[in-house]
């Protein structure tokens, strides 16, 4: 039978969650009893019993009352009188849709405050009972000298408890439930006067038999089940139409058979990408999509075993897999951070600053990945920016964006080249050497970093505060606007906060917005109107707050205020909030939590074992600056609720144990995790030595490549063999940290882009776009391969990008005498121009995790960043790929 306390966190309303009784807090001071021996457990118990004791009652009383006021408002409403006298009969009919739906949710209301009464009255008597049972236990130690009381605390609470309201919840609701279970049958008649115009029975303590309610009884939702169906239905329902539209397009293609070069094969194969780009554009995983395709064109014999799966054996594949290894580990011994602290410095001009930070960030980015170099430098620029006074949204989106431009300069680089080189060998053609592409691409890089250093000031000048507001108090309430900001529900549980103010208690003083910050405050399950600076708060008011990650680290400290979980999971019950970490997570496309409900979080991932305390959505606009700051709030936006559902690239700040951090640092459900505040013990800093080592070894890896002195992966593989020899890594670490899910993307990629080469699909794509643009001659094409690539890349995955795009190049280069590696060059640079939208590409994302920005920032940025860049490469290739 499941323990009651979980029975209670299974079946409680949400809403209430925060005024039922602290269950398993009160068991953590009983085991605290039990540990430690001590009269401070012993009292703590009892004090934490007696607040819950009240809360209880509190909350029970104002529901009842407000109950009480909507069924008066409702009688009013609906009665009709038949004659006159002060016992006239009267009806209450529910005339319209809107009535009948009123008087259904003030019923559910009323079965949901009654149940909220007994699963408290029970909690009261179960705990008391343990608190019993432990106390016998420690009775019978000698040493300890404790006296069991003549009375057990189990009956002293069920005898306290029963003079409480809520104790008689049963009772007092009756006669509320009957008179609205009339209405909802459409009673025609009930005696005037015997609900509301005398004294409700429920407020008179009447001895009427209780309603038989069982403990712990979920009450029944039926239209959340229906919203859960209707969603089903609805998510089927659109899947089933992007189907049908791809089958009816092939279908009519099919029919009208516009080349003779395609046949039913092509159509198959066809129909096998349409699908493919539709589940890309649902945000289905890449390489579970790709690699469906492949296993379909395959067991449909379109495609051979040995050209479906042959990508596994392929050099670049496999060099793909290492490098990351290799990055994973160089990354792991803090060279990164060891050479930025040198290089930086505490420039004082704004395009200084940045081109400090952008040359050693390219050169970095030429042998380790971009998205290691973003991760490791995303703190190194949060506490750098606050040093030398710029905002580090001057940062972080053109970092992103040098990063992808940069890596193009060395065929080893990005995993996107690595493809492109690897299709370039399976169709018999010329590979490109190491750093073929090292001219375009550094000339790119060069326009792309004097682009955005004249260009971001300017296009987020927002970020900028003058010189002569530095001192304004309205400052703070300015650049909090201008950072990331969570949805937060804190609790007052110290005695010292009662009777305080918001002002005096220190509250608003932490909080950057002040009183802006705080969205409503909640008191027993009303709302307060008038919110100002002088609101008294008491013991148990909710406060709704939407504060910046720095609000969150202060309130997380704040004593007497406790921040309840957003995501139903238990506030934590440990007594030592001390050893806790604060961690901010942003959720990635593969994380299991992505589609489901906030409140339903823990479910989906139990081995977090650490509740949500605050949300941002992925495309939260940030408040505007038009209101008074002491002005009462207009309207209440509480922000998130357990109802909300999680997105890729939403934030999340988590109440987590000292290991969690360690353990889901590197896991794939994260684009960024990053501890705010640590309760533990800090981690050991990281060896130079072995850092030095590790940068020598990345250093040796780049030279034999280099040099042609061994190929890519033989290259690869010497360097881990030295990593583990110095023992900057081992065979496990080397297994974790193998990134299968990329080399299956990779892997379906090259068989779906074989079967459209193979099947004449790609020939007739090439045609078509050679008819209409031949006019505007070679230019024109790279132009268009240049547009067709960007185009795909704000939606698709580069990898899938490159083996679409690449059968075209190859049609074209054949048809019109164009090099090939011009078009492949043009290739590779555009589809690293992933640079309209924060989505498009990982290190964007990071980006836009902390820096504060905007949606449509991308795309303001990005947008003539890319037009510089096809200025740039698509001349740049031709003068280097002449022939």
Known sequence: MPEYGELLKTNCVWEWKPYYLNYDRLKGWIKEMEQSKSDKAINMFHEELEMSLQRVHQFYVTQEKLLQTRWQAYHDKTRTHSGIGEEEEMVDIPS?????????????????????AEQNAEGFRKIAKKYDKNLKVLAKDPELGFNLPDQSLQDRVVSAVQRYPFARAAERLNAMMEAVKKGERGATRSRAGSFLTRRPSFMQGTTQEPLEVPLLLKPDKPW????????????????????????????????????????????????????VLCFLVRQFSPDIVLMAATLSLTVGGILKQD??????????????????????????????????????????????AMLRLFAPSIILNVCISNTCVMSCLMTVIDKWSTEI??????????????????????????????IAQGLLYSHGLPPFDNFDLALPALCCTFVAMAYLTIATPILLKRFKVAEGSLSSPRRGTFLSRLQNRYDVRLQVTGRLLKGQTLKSSGLLDKLKGELRDICAIERYGAFLPGLTKDHVLELDDILWVRTTVEGVIKM?????????????????????????????????????????????????????????IAYRAFNEEQGDDTASVDSPLQSVDIGATPETRLQRGDHIILNASSTFYKNFKDSGDFVVL???????????PNDKTRAIVAGCILLGLILLVSTSTLPLLEAVMVSLAAMIFFNITNMDSIVKAIKLRTVFTIVGAFGLGKAIGQEGVATVLAELLIYLLSPFGSRGLLVAVFVSTVALGIIFHGTAVVVLMFPICMEVAQSMGIPIHQLVGVLCISVSCQMLSPISYQTNLMAYSTGGYQFADFTKVGAGLVLCIAMVSIPMCEWQFPH
């Open 96 to 116: 319209t849709a809107k009535e009948h739906n009123e008087l259904k949710v003030l019923h559910e209301d009323i079965s949901k405050l009654q149940i909220f």
């Open 224 to 275: 959340k089940q229906s919203m859960s169906m209707a969603r089903k239905i609805q998510r089927f329902t659109r899947g089933t139409k992007s189907v049908a539209l791809v089958t009816a397009i092939v279908g009519a293609l099919w029919m009208f058979n516009p080349s003779p070069k395609l046949t039913h094969t092509s159509y198959v194969v066809i129909w096998v990408t349409g699908m």
């Open 307 to 352: 050209q479906a799966w042959s990508a596994f054996s392929n050099d670049v594949v496999l060099s793909v897999a290492g490098l990351g290894v290799v990055a994973y580990a160089v990354e792991k011994t803090g060279v990164i951070d060891i050479v930025f602290s040198v290089l930086l410095g505490k420039p004082k001009s704004l395009p200084i």
């Open 389 to 418: 006074g710029h905002p580090k949204a001057f940062f972080l989106m053109p970092l992103s964006y040098l990063l992808l431009i940069s890596g193009t300069f060395a065929i080893f680089s990005t995993s996107t080249n690595l």
């Open 556 to 612: 997380f400290q704040f004593s007497g205020i406790s921040m309840l979980a957003l995501d139903l999971s238990d506030e934590w019950a440990t007594l030592d909030q001390s050893s806790r970490d604060l961690v901010e997570a942003v959720l990635d496309k593969e994380s299991p939590l992505v589609g489901h409900r906030l409140g339903s979080a823990k479910k989906h991932r139990p081995d977090f074992d650490c509740p949500i």
């Open 674 to 684: 990053r501890k705010l505040h640590s309760g533990g013990e800090e981690e050991d």
